[in-house]
């Protein structure tokens, strides 16, 4: 049974530290699911009281940790800012990732902590069903890496207004990326043709976490399109 819930499932060796609203760990969670891997879920609580956090992110399951960081980037007063204590600070996370951040996944002695590594890391070691073509796509894995500079202007909405409708708050630089990924859409049904693939894992959920904060699409046709797709193949996390 796949675990994606707030406490432990499952009796593998494979345990999954995870934020809610945290694109990166949803990448992980796709990638468990998709490759029917059985898993210990740990959901980390790593709200603590961001004074920049509304109602709003929170119904939206933004990431709190992401905003919390990116007012730390601003260089906004830190004395306004709640010290640092949610769980993704403890002793136990911090000994399995300096940076204090999640995903996190532990396979047996293996320990990742990078999101992109861990799809690489689960396709390679669990081949089936495959999520790579044979043999494997420059593009796929072109794309899948390439996702990283969507996740970065992802990181700059974040403080945009949950309940702004508009999309009228997003950054010129966003709007330039997602012109970006219109591009690399073909007319397959996903990013590398008809077959759901890795570089879908990892670019769909920094996508799901913009439809969630109710961006519009509608100058992205394609894109608009493929995150219909996405959403029926993509559970929320
Ligand atoms: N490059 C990392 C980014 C991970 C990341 O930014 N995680 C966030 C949650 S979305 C986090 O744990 N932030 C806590 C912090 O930076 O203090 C990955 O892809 O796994």
Known sequence: MNGHVDQDVGTTERLLYWGSGSAPSWRVLAMLREKNLDFQSRMIEFDTGTP??????????????????????????????????????S?????LNPRGQVPILKDGDAVLTESLAVLLYLEQQYAKPSLMPEPVTPRVLQLALESNNLHQQLLSVLLTKAEDPTFSQVPTKLKQELKLWEDHLGSGRYLCGDDFTLADIAVGPLLLSL???????????????????????IVPA
């Not at 919390?68 to 980037?73: D, L």
């Not at 002793?91 to 000994?95: D, K, S, T």
């Open 52 to 89: 920049s956090l509304t109602d709003g992110h929170r119904a939206h399951r933004l990431c709190a940790a992401c905003i919390h960081g990116y007012w730390k980037r601003l260089a906004f007063d830190r004395a306004l800012m709640p010290d640092e204590t949610g769980e993704h600070k």
């Open 91 to 95: 002793e136990n996370i911090m000994a």
């Open 211 to 233: 439809e969630r904060q109710k961006a519009a699409f509608e100058r992205f046709p394609k894109l608009a399109a493929y995150i219909g797709v996405l959403k029926k193949q």
